[in-house]
């Protein structure tokens, strides 16, 4: 397996910018939802996202791309707003991939040929004006919201059993912004669960036909106080390219101080691009 590939699968595992068309057991409720108005959706919603400042977890994952299938498991700590660190271990428990992601940079190692890559966190283009922060990506992975972005201009609603919020040019807060560049997503749209609402799917996308889209979808048990996604599937489209990706954590721990190891061999050799 190269490099490439290798970082490909672990991307795709931590991004969140991908969802599966299949989810796990859903709460059937007969009677019909009672209309809320926004403001109380998206109040409900904030109120019971997931509350932590440290997050870990084992993962399994299977990576499906061009029918293709690719297992792997490992590790991941996030330290709230600061830093996301990801373990592969797919043989034997011998680390395959190391990588560390704060809201600035990105440090990857491979074990595998000896390798590691330093850089920018901005590299990943979502959408159109849209780049994949550590915001984002952070949200994905703990099934909150984005909490960078403007939330102003939500519009409540029912899907079938569901409340919905719905927007479209969500910006990103200027304080947040980094030189004169406008960042917005296109169109976002986020199901809750009327019990808890806790999101149970979430879709970003561009507006013109086959434009990219990114989705997620979230199951949830209670886990030390808390409605903590313990497995979340996710797809990402651009045209008639299609990858999915399904996470499965365990063993997940809300309470406990965590370290985020990472060191670079001397002899590794940096590669300038992923």
């Not at 931590?14 to 009677?31: A, H, K, N, Y």
């Not at 919201?145 to 919905?164: A, H, P």
Request: aromatic share 12%.
């Amino acid at each position: 397996m190269n490099k490439k590939y290798v970082f490909l699968i672990v991307s795709l595992a931590l991004t969140g910018i991908l969802f599966s068309s299949c989810s796990g057991p859903r709460r059937i409720i007969r009677e019909p939802l009672k209309e809320e108005g926004t403001d109380y959706l998206f109040k409900n919603l904030k109120a019971n996202e997931l509350n932590y400042e440290y997050f870990s977890a084992r993962f399994n994952a299977t990576l499906i791309q061009d029918k293709k299938e690719t297992a792997i498991t490992g590790q991941i700590r996030i330290k709230r707003d600061s830093a996301i660190w990801v373990s592969v271990s797919p043989l034997m428990g011998i680390e395959m991939v190391r990588v560390l992601l704060t809201p600035d940079s990105i440090w990857y190692v491979n074990r595998m040929d000896n390798t590691f890559f330093s850089g920018a966190f901005d590299y990943i283009d979502l959408l159109k004006n849209s780049t994949l922060d550590f915001d984002m990506l952070q949200s994905f992975l703990t099934g909150n919201d984005f909490s960078r972005y403007d939330s102003s201009s939500f519009k409540g609603g029912i899907d079938n059993l569901e409340y919905t919020l719905e927007t479209t040019n969500r910006r990103k807060l200027k304080k947040y912004l980094k030189g004169n560049k406008d960042v917005n997503i296109p169109s976002q749209h986020i199901w809750l669960n009327p019990d808890n609402f806790k999101i149970t799917r979430i879709m970003i996308r561009e507006v013109a036909t086959n434009g990219k889209k990114a989705q997620a979808r979230y199951d949830h048990q209670m886990i030390e106080n808390q409605h903590v996604p313990v497995k979340i599937e996710f797809e990402a489209e651009t045209g008639n390219n299609k990858a999915k990706v399904n996470i499965e954590y365990s063993k997940i721990n809300l309470t406990q101080h965590l370290e985020f190891p990472f060191r670079i061999p001397e002899k590794y050799t940096r590669i300038e691009k992923l």
